[in-house]
């Protein structure tokens, strides 16, 4: 453990924890939680020496997820609720709450009493059950579907009768309606259909603190996910209360405030709702993994690794993207560190979980003696110069931060994640971001500082050409080039220029000042990696016919530029007017807004 490092950790913390040695008391076992972030990916727009630059790459990038284990605790309860004011629930990704174990469950049991309630959808009540509930918006689905549904749904039952329990035909019967039914209404919601108003967090936020507000008064909720246009919701009404004043209570009261506060139009939900009486533990485990991964198609994953140990410059930088957390208590036992990557068990003397490992280190010495379980998901390639640690060691502090409870500032988290990562100080942020160096040789007064300049017309492409993982990662090459590389002695000054050139450029919108800087600082970084020994070249056959081909059809007339981090892939710079032929030219481009 760095000891430099970890009292630079305490110093920050003391800010927030009168008593270090009470830091760890929000790891109570009322209050362990598994903690999932989505950290940010960028583009770099100008190699670090001082300043610099880079943008935001939008959903790309990497989940990070942490949980405290603990060999005297297997399993915690309660619904563990944000304790950081600073971290937003971020507006394009649903969060899925989970409380498991609170309460002892009611399934539904034949042989008890059960009332059926009319309506234009079916209802079945058996008191002290679960029930999982769904209601939407009032625009969720297409006019006349769920009209055209029914009608369709009762001549299909009329002509294929419910088969006896217990027989064969039952359970073709069964998936068939399924097919037929019910998973095509699941795909209309998940189509996002209408103005999908949840998927703003402060709209998102009303609903929330709505189910939140009478549990364990009236019901008791065992898990929820307010998605874009719909919610899912497992619930038992306690004694005296029913599910659907429950429910009423639920759409009246947000329809009152989405109303009010955001001129949301009326009505804001569709008057009927969906529900399913929890028969069994397997079907109550059926709908927790439905709620928690309904949110998957909308999460924003992202990651990087692209700075020395040695810190010669500040980066400046456009960060766009998603961070999210789900929170569980359902804590394994474990007595040492666990780390995933891509759902793979890492060998304790890996590289990776080494690496991640010496990280939590630094902040033992405040938590007490406890043990983590990490995991770490990239939906883009890991160390292939397009971001693999940066922003997923700035979700690890932002988990760990949540489940400590220290309620850490943005600026504070920024200089603790560039502890783990050379670029995580940047990764904190959303849009623009210039990073600071500072000038302890050990980085630790290194932070990040957001910039408020939005740049709607901005665009960026990535063309993804190599997903195989460096020979030399980012941070040994950057060290072996400062030493060795005869060109690194006039880059400081030719870095200065480039950073006040860009930073120039995003001032006055000047697109292609930027896209000319940011485009030779990248050339030069490689060109100043290849000038060390031994030498470092990223570029592959693909890259270089790519650069080629980038300068021709700016030549033809298409304004675009690109940038190169330290990798084989590469992110192309160019405004919205010419995204369509930029598209057209580069097949396969995935292309970011980063401010929307």
Not at 32 to 59: E, M
Not at 546 to 567: F, N, P, S
Request: hydrophobic fraction near 40%.
């Amino acid at each position: 453990m760095n000891d430099i490092q970890s009292q630079y950790v305490k110093n920050i913390l003391a800010g927030v924890c009168t008593n270090l040695k009470g830091c760890g008391a929000a790891f109570a076992p009322s209050n362990i939680a598994l903690c999932k972030y989505w950290g940010k990916r960028d583009a770099v727009l100008n190699l670090p020496i001082n300043s610099s630059l880079s943008v935001s790459l939008g959903h790309l990038g990497t989940r990070t997820e942490i949980r405290l284990r603990d060999g005297d605790v297997a399993s915690t309860t309660g619904l563990v609720e944000a304790t950081s004011p600073s971290l937003d629930r971020r507006s394009d990704v649903p969060v899925a709450f989970v409380a498991k174990g609170k309460h002892q469950t009611n399934y539904f049991d034949p042989h008890e009493r059960t009332a059926h309630l009319a309506g234009n959808l079916p209802h079945w009540r058996q008191d002290g059950c679960l029930y999982f509930v769904t209601f939407r918006l009032a625009d969720s689905l297409p006019a006349g579907k769920l009209k055209e549904l029914q009608a369709e749904k009762d001549i299909w039952l009329r002509q294929n009768p419910k088969p006896a329990k217990g027989s064969e035909e039952l359970a073709i019967w069964q998936d068939e309606y399924k097919r037929l039914f019910q998973d095509r209404v699941d795909g209309w919601l998940d189509a996002g259909q209408g103005e999908c108003i949840l998927g703003k967090s402060e709209v998102r936020k009303v609903v929330e603190d709505t189910l939140l507000h009478f549990d364990g008064d009236q019901y008791r909720i065992d898990s929820f996910v307010v998605m874009p246009n719909h919610v899912h919701v497992l619930v038992a009404p306690l004694k005296d209360y029913l599910l659907s004043d429950i429910v009423k209570a639920w759409k009246s009261y947000t329809s009152h405030v989405l109303v009010k506060r955001f001129g949301i139009q009326s009505p804001v939900w569709q008057k009927e709702y969906f529900d399913h009486i929890v028969r069994s533990p397997e079907c109550l485990e059926k709908f927790r993994e439905y709620i928690c991964d309904n949110p998957k198609p909308l999460l924003h994953w992202r990651d990087e690794d692209v700075a020395s140990t040695n810190l010669t410059e500040a980066r400046l930088f456009v960060e766009a993207t998603s961070s999210s957390l789900d929170r569980r208590n359902d804590v394994p036992v474990a007595l040492e560190d666990t780390v995933y990557l891509n759902g793979q068990l890492q060998q304790p003397d890996s590289s990776f979980a080494l690496r991640i490992t010496a990280f939590l280190d630094l902040f033992r010495p405040m938590l007490g003696d406890v043990a983590f379980d990490v995991r770490t998901e990239n939906n883009i390639p890991t160390a292939a110069g397009l971001a693999s640690s940066a922003s997923g060691f700035a979700a690890l502090v932002l988990a760990l931060d949540d489940l400590a409870g220290w309620g850490l500032d943005r600026k504070q988290l920024s200089m603790l994640a560039r502890l783990g990562s050379g670029s995580a100080a940047r990764s904190v942020y959303d849009g623009f971001v210039q990073w600071q160096a500072g000038s302890n040789p050990d980085g630790t007064d290194s932070f990040a500082e957001p910039l408020s300049k939005p740049w709607k017309e901005f665009r960026i492409g990535i063309l993804e050409l190599s997903s195989v993982p460096k020979p030399v990662g980012s941070r040994d090459g950057m060290n072996r080039t400062v030493e060795t590389s005869e060109l690194y002695k006039i880059w400081p000054q030719q870095a200065a220029v480039d950073l006040e050139t860009i930073r120039a450029a995003i001032d006055a919108h000047d697109f292609p000042t930027l896209g000319k800087a940011a485009e030779r600082n990248a050339l030069a970084m490689h060109a100043t990696m290849l000038a060390a020994w031994p030498p470092l070249l990223y570029l592959q056959p693909e890259t270089i016919e790519q650069i080629h081909k980038v300068q021709r059809v700016r030549a033809d007339g298409l304004e675009v530029y690109l940038t190169i981090d330290a990798g084989p892939n590469i992110k192309l710079l160019f405004l919205e007017k010419n995204e369509a032929a930029v598209a057209s030219a580069f097949p396969g481009l995935q292309t970011i807004k980063p401010f929307e």
